[in-house]
């Protein structure tokens, strides 16, 4: 059973960046498309960006096309979010996923399967 821990949360300036990582255990990290989701207080988990087995394909969020690099080092089974030029609405829990499909919609979507990080919390401050 694959195990996610994700890191690099804060608190940081509108502006600001800041880059989150997660980190999976197990084998098959590499056989398997990676995303990440963000829940905001009191809305629905949304998706943030994704990234094929072999990092080829990438799919972002408009909210954050051109501000967010999604990447992956299958060599240290992990996964990165690269958020530039935040702003206060990125504020969230933000939560990988391992085992995701990348959709004709260039979205992701997950399915039982799907094994989710514990989240870590980025905070943006006007």
């Known amino acids: 059973q694959v195990q996610l821990v994700e890191s690099g949360g804060g608190l940081v300036q509108g502006g600001d960046s800041l880059r989150v990582s997660c980190a999976a255990s197990?084998?098959?990290?590499?056989?398997?498309?990676m995303a990440w989701f963000r829940q905001a207080p009191g809305k629905e988990r949304e998706f943030v960006a994704a990234?094929?087995?072999?990092?080829?394909?990438?799919y972002y969020a408009d909210s954050v096309k051109g501000r967010f690099t999604i990447s992956r080092d299958n060599a240290k089974n992990t996964v990165y979010l690269q958020m530039n030029s935040l702003k206060p609405e990125d504020t969230a829990v933000y939560y990988c996923?391992?085992?995701?499909?990348?959709?004709?919609?260039?979205?992701?979507?997950?399915?039982?399967?799907?094994?989710w990080g514990q989240g870590t919390q980025v905070t943006v401050s006007s």
């Open positions: 996923a391992y085992n995701v499909v990348l959709t004709g919609g260039r979205t992701a979507v997950t399915g039982p399967s799907t094994v």
């Open positions: 990234i094929s087995w072999n990092g080829g394909i990438t």
């Open positions: 197990g084998r098959t990290f590499s056989r398997y498309a």
